[in-house]
């Protein structure tokens, strides 16, 4: 059997960014004439992804409860092998940059970490966009030799799925036996996290903030307006805030309505977590910040004395109605 | 407990540049050793017990400096995997080579409990090279933990997910991969700094690895950097508030419109 223009989408628990991929892999495999699978490592309803843009859906059973990702790999590698599609797509979750690497390293092909966008050539060729050196610049990546192509997605950087309601699709269901080498002995559930990609208002911290004692303060005033407190991965390497907290490009994306970056810089690993923002506030004390450019309105002075006199004004308001 | 590590020295600066074919010059700028592979030290000094602790790492030659540090904190073996050949690895090719100078440092795996390495470095930040290198040598891994113990000869180690952290138990011999600053790296001590002095650093060479020129570097890579651009899209046409004052009631109104 030779490599055929199909896409493959491996769909990991978040049913949101996994019907988001689903979509974009369907207007990609359009360009190319190739059908779209979704294979779906946990129990989901068909009906969405077939809806979302899958041809056909696999769905694996009996991997809801393995935390063995090297397993898993080698059980995704063996359909890969019997399929042979031209590109494979995950999400970069840390499951599915666990999973994905271990899954390209077994069918000895590339892989793309990360990916913000992808574009699909009519010959089936995946061009790849990911930042890199942390900073500043946007890489196009290419496999160009090797198939099939893989690449993760980042969560939250494509647009909305759209769903057509007369689509129809084949639905296999496909039990895996799974001899695992590593076991799961619990979980403990992460506490601000979720809600931060939920929130309408964010106020973000970057290095700016200084210390400990700034970002409880921000996280005051954010709970005060019912927002969600965040931080930069400057802020998070310094100490200052929890890793549950950073936004960026290693942290999570977010997408609020009103964003407000205090004294965070605007690296491009923070950018691409939070520009699809409908509306971003830059506080700045330095009036060049790169963050200025990506915000819609900027104030530009020391954050605490803004954020002091704003919220005076806050709390007078409330007080009158 | 006898344990490798796997760091990688990153530029301490972003200013890095590349040449027409994307490949990183590394020459300029000072070197690092990666934050989360400072973790992967640290946490194998403090498990190795009556074993040993090995460092490797691919890059440059003259990562000596940085590498006889690591012998002064108490590293008992630095192997320095350097040659033309190597550079513009992607993450595969990286993996490989790492794979076979793995290989050639015991007669078998056995020889080896664990392999640790940092969960991703802040240049590439792809966290791939652990769980591709696991799958060439037939490991089991885990990565982006935050915690390791040991229990009647089990792994019992703590991952960081999206959604929680999660207890997870396995077998030796695996490969681990870390989060950044969850075990702060050691200080070197005097005696260790005398020590390492003398102590040798091991060099290997593709040639002295039985590799060919094809299976390394950009050759043996499957993804290949097709281009590079500035800033990603998202800049938007700023309005800067004329004063505090006028920012303060600004900021006001849009939080009132946000729809809570």
Redesign the interface.
């Given at each position: 059997m030779i490599t055929s223009n199909d896409i493959w989408v491996i769909g990991d628990?978040q049913i949101k960014y996994d019907l988001a991929l689903l979509s974009k892999a369907h207007s990609m495999a359009e360009v190319c004439a190739g059908k779209v699978f979704a294979v779906m490592l946990y129990e989901t309803d068909p009906d969405y992804c077939i809806r979302a843009g899958a041809d056909e859906v696999y769905l694996l059973q009996g991997l809801e409860k393995i935390?063995?990702?090297?397993a898993i790999?080698h059980a995704l590698a063996s359909l890969l092998r019997e399929n042979r599609p031209g590109t494979v797509l995950f999400q970069a979750?840390?499951?599915g940059?666990?999973?994905?690497?271990?899954v390209?390293?077994?069918l000895?092909?590339?892989?793309?970490?990360?990916c913000?966008d992808l574009k699909m050539e009519e010959s089936g060729l995946l061009?790849q966009k990911r930042?890199?050196?942390?900073?500043?610049?946007?890489?196009?990546?290419?496999?160009?030799?090797?198939r099939p192509q893989m690449a993760t997605v980042r969560p939250g950087v494509l647009e909305d799925p759209t769903f057509q309601e007369k689509r129809t699709g084949k639905v296999s269901i496909i039990p895996i036996e799974i001899n695992a080498?590593?076991?799961?002995?619990?979980?403990?559930?992460?506490q601000s996290?979720?809600l931060l990609s939920e929130a309408?208002?964010i106020i973000a911290g970057g290095v700016g903030i200084g210390s400990r004692e700034g970002f409880e303060y921000l996280r005051e005033i954010a709970l005060q307006?019912?927002g969600c407190v965040g931080a930069s991965r400057a802020a998070v390497?310094a100490?200052y805030a929890p890793?549950t907290w950073q936004i960026g490009?290693?942290g999570?994306a977010v997408k609020p309505?009103?964003y407000?970056a205090v004294g965070i810089s605007g690296a491009?690993?923070h950018?691409?977590g939070m520009?699809a923002s409908d509306?971003?506030?830059?506080?700045n004390r330095d009036?060049k910040a790169p963050i200025?450019?990506?915000?819609?309105?900027?104030?530009?002075?020391e954050w605490r004395?803004?954020l002091e006199?704003?919220f005076l004004?806050?709390q007078e308001?409330k007080v009158c109605i | 407990m006898n344990i490798i590590v796997c760091i990688k020295l990153v530029p301490s600066v972003?200013n890095?540049t590349m040449d027409q074919e994307?490949v990183?010059q590394r020459d300029r700028v000072v070197q690092v050793i990666n934050?989360a592979d400072e973790a992967a030290l640290e946490a194998a000094l403090r498990l190795k017990g009556n074993g040993s602790v090995t460092v490797i790492t691919m890059g440059k030659p003259s990562g000596d400096d940085e590498l006889r540090s690591l012998l002064a904190r108490g590293v008992d073996r630095a192997v320095l995997i350097t040659d033309k050949a190597f550079a513009g690895a992607?993450?595969?090719a990286t993996?490989r080579t790492l794979s076979v100078a793995v290989n050639s440092l015991g007669n078998n795996l056995e020889d080896f409990d664990l392999i640790l390495c940092g969960r991703?470095a802040?240049?590439?930040?792809?966290?791939?090279?652990?769980?591709?290198?696991?799958?060439?040598l037939k490991?089991?891994?885990?990565?982006?933990i935050t915690k390791i113990n040991f229990n009647q000869g089990k792994i019992?180690c703590s991952?960081?997910?999206?959604?929680?952290?999660?207890?997870?138990?396995?077998?030796t011999p695996?490969i681990l991969s870390l989060?950044?600053?969850s075990y702060p790296l050691r200080l070197a001590t005097i005696l260790g700094l005398q020590k390492a002095r003398r102590m040798q650093i091991i060099t290997l060479s593709r040639e002295m690895l039985g590799l060919k020129k094809e299976e390394c570097g950009l050759k043996g890579?499957?993804?290949?950097?097709?281009?590079?651009?500035?800033?990603?899209q998202?800049?938007?046409?700023?309005?800067?508030?004329k004063n505090?004052?006028e920012?303060?009631?600004?900021?006001?109104e849009?939080?009132a419109?946000?729809?809570?």
């Open positions: 628990k935390a063995d990702d090297a790999a979750t840390v499951r940059r666990a999973i994905a690497p271990a390209a390293a077994l000895s092909t590339g892989l793309t970490a990360d913000i061009l930042p890199a050196l942390g900073d500043s610049i946007i890489a196009e990546i290419v496999c160009d030799k090797l080498l590593v076991t799961k002995t619990g979980f403990m559930p992460a996290s979720e309408k208002i307006i019912g390497d100490g890793y490009q290693t999570i309505n009103l407000i491009v690993h950018l691409v520009n509306y971003i506030v830059a506080i009036a200025l450019q990506y915000a819609d309105y900027a104030i530009v002075g004395h803004i006199q704003w004004s806050y308001r | 972003m890095l994307y990183m934050p992607d993450t595969y993996a991703r802040i240049d590439g930040e792809t966290g791939q090279v652990p769980p591709e290198l696991a799958i060439l490991l089991p891994f885990v990565t982006n019992v991952r960081r997910l999206e959604e929680g952290i999660e207890e997870l138990e396995l077998g695996a989060c950044e600053y890579s499957p993804t290949r950097v097709r281009r590079i651009t500035g800033q990603p998202g800049i938007r046409n700023v309005t800067i508030a505090i004052d920012g303060i009631a600004r900021l006001s849009l939080i419109e946000v729809p809570l």
